[in-house]
């Protein structure tokens, strides 16, 4: 399991480094447990870019798909061994206001 994680975090800065799109800093990484389903949190790491976004990967992270979740500062993102239930933790930023708790659930692999 570490050893995916570690390849996991390894793909995603070369992946994302690639890309000509702003900067970012990853702040949380979740995987199942067949190592299908990922979800990475990001802050963009410039103060041009703002905004906390968070990525899908369905295909063992070979492609990543922006998610339509609330930007959130996320801090923590947990995945359950099947990767359809996840559960974010975000604090309080400037560029996003809570009108909803800070712990947010998915039941569908993060899609809402």
Do not use: C
Request: no cysteine; hydrophobic share 40%; net charge negative.
């Amino acid at each position: 399991m570490l050893a995916n994680l570690l390849l996991l975090i390894a793909f995603l800065v070369m992946a994302f480094a690639e890309k000509s799109g702003p900067a970012l800093n990853w702040q949380s990484v979740a995987i199942d447990s067949s190592g299908k389903y990922h979800v990475a949190a990001a802050a963009y790491n410039n103060e041009w870019d703002k905004g906390y976004p968070i990525y899908l990967s369905d295909d063992y992270g070979v492609s990543w798909k922006q998610s339509k979740s609330p930007e959130f500062d996320w801090r923590n993102i947990y995945s359950d061994p099947t990767g359809q239930l996840l559960i974010g933790f975000a604090v309080y930023n400037n560029y996003s206001s809570f009108s909803s708790p800070p712990l947010q659930i998915s039941k569908d692999r993060g899609n809402t």
